[in-house]
């Protein structure tokens, strides 16, 4: 049975930084790809940050440089640290778990790629 338990949100103001957590069960990192989506009110959940079972990540262009994903295999859980927040930022932040190994960025952070969410946790900006 496959759970994903997001922590870690919360109101910061601009230019502040939050860690967000997933805590992942019934999944094993070696099969897996793991990313955080973000969903702003009245627009599509989109694709945020990505790492496959080798390490590799991958990022949304929005979040280049200021956001960083990381997993402890030891510990079951996958993090997204993000710092040099801003107001766009604002969203519900959902991790997400998918079967498969990408064969790009674009597929690491498709919707579509992905078969097990968490409920969010939110995440506001000002």
């Known amino acids: 049975h496959v759970q994903l338990v997001e922590s870690g949100g919360g109101s910061v103001q601009a230019g502040g930084s939050l860690r967000l957590s997933c805590a992942v069960s019934?999944?094993?990192?070696?099969?897996?790809?793991m990313a955080w989506f973000r969903q702003a009110p009245g627009k599509e959940r989109e694709g945020v940050a990505a790492i496959d079972s080798d390490g590799t990540t991958s990022y949304a262009d929005s979040v280049k440089g200021r956001f960083t994903i990381s997993q402890d295999n030891a510990k079951n859980t996958l993090y997204l640290q993000m710092n040099s927040l801003k107001p766009e930022d604002t969203a519900m932040y959902y991790c997400?778990?998918?079967?498969?190994?990408?064969?790009?960025?674009?597929?690491?952070?498709?919707?579509?790629?992905?078969?097990?969410w968490g409920q969010g946790t939110q995440v506001t900006v000002s």
């Open positions: 019934g999944i094993s990192y070696s099969n897996y790809c």
């Open positions: 997400a778990a998918g079967w498969f190994v990408p064969r790009g960025a674009d597929q690491a952070l498709a919707l579509s790629s992905y078969n097990y």
